[in-house]
Structure formats: C-alpha cells, structure tokens
C-alpha cells in the first residue's frame, strides 16, 4: 500500500515506515540462495564421497570438500532462517500499517467533522487547537483525536516489539558456530554499538581534559605512584583508550579519521611535553640549581673573606687592642681559606637543600604543567639572586628554552582540544559535515 507523506493531524510524518514487499523480495532472494547453496553442497558432498581417485591429492581434496560442504549447511541454515523470519515480519508489518492508516483516516474524519482545516496555512482557531494538541497533548483538539492518538501509540509499541523479535530470531540464526573472524565480529559490534561508543568517547574526551587540568590547577592533587602521577595515568589511560576506540570506529566506517586524528594528536602532544620535554627540563632544572647553589657558596664564602680580614685589620689598626684580640685576628687571618671554604660549603648544602620554587596558579596554567612553571620560577629567581653569574645565567637560558617549547606544545594541544569540543558542543552538524566532506569518513576495507 502506498503510505501518505502527510500524517496530519496524528503526527509529522509517516510514524511506521518501511516497505513489506521490500522485505518479502529480500527473503525470497535469500531463499534462492540458499538453494543454489543447497545445490552447491550436494556436489560437494559428492566429491567427498568419491573413492575413484587415488593418491594423497585425493585425501586432502574429500576432507576439504566435505569440510566446505559442512560449513555451508551452516550458512544455508542461516540464509533459510533469516528469510523465514523476513518472510514472517513482511506481513505483519503490512497489517501494522494498515492499522496506523485506518487510524489516519480516522483521525482526519474527525477532523472534517469538527471543521478544522489542518492543512491551512491560516492559523484558525482550529488550527491552533490542533498545532498546541501536538505540542502539548492539550488543549480543545476533539477528544476522539486524543484516543486515536493514544491508540496509535500502543500499535507502533506492538509493532516495535514484534521488529525487535524477529530481528532477535534472525541474530540468534547467525550466532552460530561459524566463525567470521575477528574483524567480522569487530565491525558488526562497533555498528550495533555506535551511539553507545559515541557518548563513551565524548565523556571520555572530558575525563582527560578534566584530569589535565586538575593537575595543573589543584596542587598535590597529581599524586606520584611509583614515579608516575596520577593524574598523568588517567590522562594517557583515556587518550590511549579513545585513539583506540576512535581509530577502530574510523576503521569500520562508523566513526571520523579526524577524530582518531585530534587524539593522536593530543596523546602525543602530552607525552611529549610530560615525558620528552619534562625531563630535559628537570635536567636543566637541576644544573641551575646546582648553579645556583655553587654560586651561593662562592658569594657567601667571599663574604666571610671580606668580613674577616675587615675585622682583622681593624683589630691591628686599634691601639687599644689587646694582644689577645690581635693574637686572635692573625689566627683569624692564618685560617682564613679553610674557614671559608667550610662556610661556602655549607651555604652551598643549604641552598641544595631548600625547597623547590611553587608557581602560582596562572603560571602553572601558562607553562602547561606544574613542573615546567616550578622549573621556571627557580630559574628566574636564582638569576635575581646572583646577577652577573654566567653559569647561572646560562643554565637558567636552557631551562627558559625548553620551557618555551612545552609552552608551544600546551598551547597547540589545549586549543587543538579546546576547539575540538567547542565545535562539538555548539556547531556538532556543520563540524561533523566538515570531518565527513575531508575524506576522514571512510572504512578500511580489510576490517569490513
């Protein structure tokens, strides 16, 4: 039966679509299959059965044909079983759509009774009541209008279960023993499961940033196990885990290169800056600190030189001084290096050991990670406390260069996910028509 294209007053559009011959056409090709299968295996059976031939070429040539013959049975049973259930779901769909139709031309009488012009483009007051029926479910639409709706309602409930049986009945046909190989089975459970895969790698993607994020903006939070942050598994574990899903959806035609691609992107962008550029610069974090330190123990060595010969001189220039005091200033001189270099010493392990320098929050935010903006932060300031020092100054350079490289990183990867989820969010339709016009929308074939 030809279906309308307007279904007012009952709903928008044809609310039960579908074609029963279509379906019973494709149950009878099925079936013809299945036939010349069944053709098919008899000769195969056949040549297995064969005892004429002789020789070692014959006995490999029976079992194939016989192990050939025995897997086809079981695609012929599966061919026969999906056209039964096709042939059975073709009719009752037909009836489900005449019974959704005489609800139409119900609905519609009821409508002429009442006066109600649905199709007019003035909104009457009979329009209106009607256009506020759909969407609301009140108003002053007839009352029949509303029970034929309802009744509707329930029709399309029935005919939805009955599809989902007979598409369980065809499901459990194919769950055979007759193994597809592991991509077959990739590629039907990613089909089956696209929208579920879909909500899992958009809250997935949020997981990571938020992980990201967190460690830069809530300190300690990024707890070591191991010499591993926390937070830095949680970001590597959901990238890797969406690269994997997003690249197997792409691979199975189901999914957008693109987005494989920002993870990619986004994984290696991290891994790079956390585990490549990270520990170049807490290398050259350690020598401008070591600088530093060296430098504080020279500087404060001097100082004591400085500060202990002004006092001896002092002591030889007085004339009121006592021998003592002057016996003790020359000790004071004959002593001098060793006394220094103690202090130099031990001003130098007190710099080594002071705590590390704490970025603030916009710092941290800036560098793209709470060790880089620390790293900076300890370099700038041993540079404040000894100006002029060429090995501080020049250790502190190294740690300010490959700062600007992870800053660069972060950025590029902050504004490439940044993007990537603002286009999600605000422009989905139009961001999803640009990945599928790239050439980012395509299967490979060898996985389908």
């Not at 036939?35 to 070692?56: C, F, I, S």
């Amino acid at each position: 039966m030809s279906r309308p294209p307007d279904w007012a007053p009952l709903a928008g559009a044809d609310p039960l679509a579908g074609d029963p011959e279509e379906i019973a056409t494709e149950a009878g090709r099925l079936n013809a299959m299945a036939a010349e299968m069944a053709w098919q295996v008899r000769t195969l059976k056949g040549m297995g059965a064969d005892t004429h031939l002789a020789g070692d070429y014959a006995v490999a040539l029976r079992t194939s044909a016989t192990d050939v013959a025995a897997k086809l049975e079981k695609v012929i049973h599966r061919y026969s079983e999906a056209a039964r259930c096709l042939s059975a779901w073709a009719p009752e769909l037909e009836e489900f759509q005449r019974t959704t139709f005489n609800l139409l031309l119900r609905a519609q009488e009821v409508e002429r009774t009442a006066g109600r012009d649905i199709h007019s483009d003035l909104v009457t007051p009979g329009l209106a009541a009607y256009q506020q029926f759909h969407a609301t479910g009140a108003g002053d639409a007839p009352p029949e209008l509303a029970l034929l709706s309802r009744e509707l309602e329930k029709v399309l409930e029935e005919a939805e279960a009955r599809g989902r049986f007979w598409a369980h009945q065809i499901a459990e046909a194919i769950d055979d023993e007759l193994t597809d190989g592991f991509w077959d089975h990739i590629h039907g459970w990613v089909e089956n499961h696209k929208e579920q895969l879909e909500k899992y790698t958009s809250r997935l993607g949020w997981v990571a940033t938020v992980a990201a994020i967190a460690a830069l903006a809530v300190p300690g939070l990024n707890v070591a196990v191991l010499g591993v942050g926390l937070l830095d598994v949680v970001v590597v574990g959901s990238g890797a885990t969406l690269l994997a899903t997003h690249g197997v959806m792409a691979a199975e035609g189901q999914g957008s290169w693109w987005e494989a691609g920002v993870d990619a992107v986004g994984l290696a962008s991290f891994g790079y800056g956390r585990f490549v550029l990270g520990k170049s610069l807490g290398r050259a974090a350690e020598v401008t600190k070591e600088a530093g330190a060296e430098a504080t123990g020279q500087e404060a060595a001097q100082r004591f030189i400085t500060q202990t010969r002004e006092e001896a001189m002092q002591t030889f220039a007085n004339k009121s001084a006592t021998a003592t005091a002057k016996f003790d200033a020359g000790q004071s001189l004959y002593t001098l290096d060793g006394d220094a270099a103690q202090v130099g010493y031990n001003a130098a392990q007190a710099a080594r050991e002071a705590p590390e320098s704490e970025a603030g929050l916009f710092q941290r935010l800036a560098a793209g990670s709470k060790e880089d903006a620390n790293a900076l932060e300890g370099a700038n300031r041993a540079v404040a406390e000894h100006p002029g020092n060429q090995a501080v100054e020049g250790a502190a350079a190294e740690v300010r260069r490959i700062a600007a490289k992870g800053q660069k990183n972060w950025a590029f990867a902050a504004g490439l996910d940044g993007s990537d989820k603002t286009l999600n969010t605000y422009w989905a339709g139009s961001y999803r028509d640009f990945k599928e016009k790239a050439l980012f929308t395509h299967g490979i074939g060898w996985l389908q």
